[in-house]
């Protein structure tokens, strides 16, 4: 079947791309300034719904799984799983984290190290403790949940209705009468392209110089804006590559490579370095983490103004509320074949293992270096920046440069997998009609992995790790607000045709 752009929605797209990447280049100065302030308003008046939305959504996914709906199927009864556990897992992992894991995962302690939550004493045995185990939340089970969701609202119309498109809207066919090409429909599709691109755009943002300063620290040059642009350069070449050969050949192979490159990177890591602390500091992360979820998950700090829930906590679930629509198209593609409680267990279960593997081991071993005094990680992160700390902890390891080589080997195929994924489901969504087993036309997505690249060179350009927090946070809000409609569309849809439980 020919396919047909959705030329309005890809129109509209290149335009408000235009619209968010030519003012950054313009005046980075005033740019900064006004999406600082974008950023303190949200956080402050919208920073609680983040919070509520996160709190609500896992009891859901669980009473889902384990329901009367936990059965239904994703395609027809004879359909088998396209792909076996260990490419889905890796697949779905790769496309929802991307290089920022390895960005934040070795260095986010020294943040909560420095400025604790709950009113703890700063560079503290009670503020250590908190720096090892909060990482863990914030990449845990709650924030696949915001994954999930999407998820199966888009799954469920897609393969039990039939509804020839992958989109976004589709998730909220109920409430839309089943006119997804109606103006709220193409607006849906619209608010997720920007807020794909944005969320996209600032993950880049964050990798890309940590990138490019393992390079230069390689090869012995100073890491800058250029050495910078010629990342991302190779990163969109990669993926671009990939997305042209489509899943099976590109997107399948990377994941998988990908996984045991960290595998190994991990093992390496673990007993190359303290080994016995690791184990340590990881057992007791999970158990704050697990005594204190409840109050983690809920926590809006309503009584002091430490600005540690909109500078963080909110920041994370805007990101993946700005991703979670793309990861659950992406999800729902390459789910064919599965249960709703399949997807569930497995998306909850691999991706918080996944990414809390990455914060044991990354994140003890970076904290071991500033508790034994072998390395001042805080004062180098303050001093000279995120990427310049991150790569001078892997430098006290053996065969440091072995090391180093692979972190950014591994970190660049991240960068390639997710905006693989994220080309894919940007081509899906400007595509007219995509039936089931079809994927859109590969010079579609190979477009849109080039023009993925714009944002994050515009994000560098300004700098600062603050600014991609803000471009995420600022472009998932009125996602958070679908995500509500969403949500009561996908249940609305399961009591009509199942019957309420």
């Not at 396209?82 to 986010?108: D, H, K, P, Q, R």
């Not at 508790?371 to 000279?384: A, F, H």
Request: proline content about 4%.
């Amino acid at each position: 079947m020919k396919q047909r752009i959705d030329k309005t929605g890809f129109v509209a797209t290149i335009a408000v791309m235009l619209l968010m990447t030519v003012p950054l280049m313009i005046a980075p100065e005033l740019s900064s300034t006004v999406m600082q302030r974008a950023y303190e308003y949200i956080g402050s008046n919208f920073g609680f719904l983040y919070v509520f939305l996160a709190s609500t959504i896992l009891p859901l996914l669980i009473w889902l799984a384990f329901g009367k709906y936990g059965s239904i199927k994703f395609g027809d009864a004879t359909d088998k799983p396209e792909y076996n556990n260990f490419a889905w897992s890796g697949m779905l992992f790769c496309a929802g984290v991307g290089a920022g894991l390895l960005y934040w995962a070795t260095i986010e302690w020294a943040f909560y190290y420095q400025t604790p939550p709950f009113g703890v004493e700063p560079m503290s045995t009670e503020a250590a403790k908190w720096a090892s185990s909060y990482g863990l939340f914030h990449w845990g089970i709650s924030a696949w949940a915001f994954y999930c969701l999407p998820t199966l609202a888009i799954a469920y119309p897609y393969y039990v209705k039939k509804i020839p498109m992958l989109k976004f809207s589709i998730s909220c066919h109920h409430v839309l009468g089943g006119k997804e090409n109606s103006l709220a429909g193409r607006f849906i599709d619209f608010l997720f392209r920007i807020a794909l691109i944005g969320g996209a755009g600032s993950s880049l943002g964050f990798s890309t110089p940590l990138i490019a300063e393992g390079i230069a620290r390689l090869i012995g040059i100073e890491s800058n804006f250029t050495l910078e642009v010629l990342v991302v350069c190779t990163c969109v070449a990669i993926f671009a590559t990939s997305v042209y050969f489509g899943l099976e050949k590109g997107m399948k192979r990377l994941s998988s490579a990908n996984v045991w490159l960290s595998f190994s990177l991990l093992a390496f890591l673990l007993f190359a370095g303290p080994t016995v602390f690791i184990f340590k500091a990881s057992i007791s992360g999970l158990g704050t983490v697990l005594q204190n979820f409840i109050q983690m998950n809920t926590w809006a700090d309503p009584f002091t103004e430490s600005n540690f829930v909109e500078n963080w906590t909110v920041f994370y679930w805007a990101w993946w509320v700005a991703f979670g629509p793309f990861v659950g198209i992406f999800v729902t593609r390459i789910s064919k074949g599965r249960t709703m409680k399949e997807v569930i267990v497995g998306m909850l279960t691999f991706g918080t293992i996944g990414g809390s593997l990455f914060y044991m081991i990354f994140g003890n071993f970076s904290l071991y270096q500033q508790l034994s005094g072998n390395l001042d990680v805080i004062t180098l992160m303050n001093e000279s920046g995120i990427p310049e700390a991150i790569i001078t902890v892997f430098e006290q390891l053996p065969l440091s440069n072995i090391v180093i080589g692979l972190f950014c080997i591994v970190c660049i195929i991240f960068v390639a997998t997710t905006y693989d994924a994220a080309s894919y489901v940007l081509a899906s969504s400007a595509t007219a009609e995509l039936p089931v087993g079809e994927d859109p036309h590969r010079l579609h997505r190979t477009f849109w992995a080039l023009t993925l690249a714009l944002l994050p060179i515009c994000l560098m350009y300004v700098g600062g790790y603050k600014i991609a927090q803000t471009a995420v946070l600022v472009v998932s809000l009125p996602i958070l607000f679908v995500y509500m409609i969403m949500t009561y569309s996908f249940l609305s849809s399961l009591k009509k045709d199942y019957g309420a439980t």
